[in-house]
């Protein structure tokens, strides 16, 4: 069982290194926030995963499983938020870039408003 969680530790920091160079490589603001929240959001799960799998007669499987659920459910919500407030904020895109629906959803709103 210790080999099982050691596996799945190790391709849970694969997905984390992975993450940490998505960030390094990405070329805006945006682009770097997906890459990293989709990464380290399964990194971390899966890191945890094989914690709990591989030390299972520690007695930290629920406290295991409440932090692997706070992830699913911070980690997408903050990375929205913050994406949001750069685009408010006027963190252009990049120009390979091919949509901005915030943008276009700034314009729908602003007519609606008039």
Do not use: W
């Not at 070329?27 to 380290?40: E, F, H, I, L, S």
């Not at 911070?74 to 904020?89: C, D, E, K, M, Q």
Request: glycine share 12%; hydrophobic share 45%.
């Amino acid at each position: 069982m210790e080999l099982f969680g050691a596996i799945i530790t190790l391709i849970g920091s694969i997905f984390l290194l992975l993450g940490g160079l998505g960030i390094l490589r990405m070329p805006d603001v945006y682009n770097r926030m997906q890459a990293g929240t989709k990464a380290t959001t399964l990194g971390s799960i899966l890191f945890l995963a094989g914690i709990s799998v591989g030390h299972y007669e520690c007695g930290c499987f629920g406290k295991i499983i409440i932090l692997i659920l706070f992830v699913i459910f911070t980690n997408p919500i903050s990375s929205n938020t913050l994406a949001r407030a750069a685009h408010f904020v006027g963190v252009k895109l990049t120009e390979r870039s091919v949509k901005d629906d915030l943008k276009e959803d700034d314009i729908e709103n602003k007519g609606e408003e008039k």
